[in-house]
């Protein structure tokens, strides 16, 4: 199911998403001026690497933050951006701009963390903010459990949009992931997704998402 839009409305512009999204494309276009051989560089860099995560932790935390600012390629970073742009809006408003950054960077860390912690031997470095948007749909689901999803479906190999109840949609993308993760762990998957970071924003926005939620708007 590929997400169009949401029903759930907004009264003021989301400027920390916007500037969110921003900042993504911008460094992702830094990016792309790069030879491969200087990106990759680049990339070890400002990735996190969970083996170096635990071997030199003092050294690598930035590298927390920064991965998920960082992008391996167009689909990646458009993708990520799409849903964000759907889902982060929402979730703004109802938390307030400077709130919603902090919830925004800190499911981040708890996905690389849950990443890093099942996965401590990879060398591979962990890029991208599906991680910290991740934390926002687990937000969203409880802040906004009667909005649908306007989605792209295919159905008998051909595409048709339908309206899903937002509860479902996210559940299960939710379970795709844990699902995926698990077969990672034993070796099934080796796909270079970072299942579990997503589970593990997710999980963060889930329980955390009252601390940081003010007051509830109904507009559908």
């Known amino acids: 199911m590929i997400p169009l839009y949401d029903t759930a409305r907004r009264r003021r512009l989301p400027l920390v998403t916007w500037l969110l999204i921003a900042a993504?494309?911008?460094i992702f276009v830094y990016e792309v001026g790069f030879s491969p051989a200087a990106l990759e560089r680049f990339i070890r860099a400002w990735g996190l690497v969970p083996a170096q995560l635990f071997a030199q932790p003092q050294i690598e935390w930035v590298t927390i933050l920064s991965s998920m600012f960082l992008h391996g390629g167009w689909l990646h970073i458009l993708?990520?951006?799409w849903v964000l742009f759907i889902f982060g809006d929402n979730v703004e408003e109802r938390m307030?701009?400077?709130s919603y950054l902090?919830?925004?960077?800190?499911?981040g860390v708890a996905a690389a963390l849950l990443q890093s912690?099942?996965?401590?031997?990879?060398?591979?470095?962990?890029?991208g903010a599906s991680g910290a948007?991740?934390?926002?749909?687990?937000?969203?689901?409880?802040?906004?459990?009667h909005a649908r999803?306007?989605?792209?479906?295919?159905?008998?190999?051909?595409?048709?949009?339908?309206?899903?109840?937002?509860?479902?949609?996210?559940l299960f993308w939710f379970v795709s992931q844990l699902f995926s993760?698990?077969?990672?762990?034993?070796?099934?998957?080796?796909?270079?997704?970072?299942?579990?970071?997503?589970?593990?924003?997710?999980l963060f926005g889930i329980l955390t998402v009252f601390l940081f939620a003010r007051r509830r708007i109904y507009h559908f």
């Open 79 to 81: 993708s990520n951006m």
């Open 133 to 145: 948007i991740a934390g926002v749909l687990g937000a969203y689901l409880l802040l906004f459990p």
């Open 96 to 98: 307030g701009g400077l």
């Open 24 to 26: 993504n494309i911008a």
């Open 102 to 107: 902090l919830f925004y960077l800190l499911s």
């Open 117 to 127: 912690f099942l996965m401590p031997s990879s060398s591979e470095p962990m890029i």
């Open 149 to 170: 999803v306007a989605s792209l479906v295919p159905i008998l190999f051909i595409f048709t949009v339908i309206q899903v109840p937002a509860t479902l949609f996210l």
């Open 181 to 202: 993760g698990w077969l990672a762990i034993g070796g099934s998957a080796g796909s270079g997704v970072a299942w579990w970071a997503h589970v593990g924003g997710f």
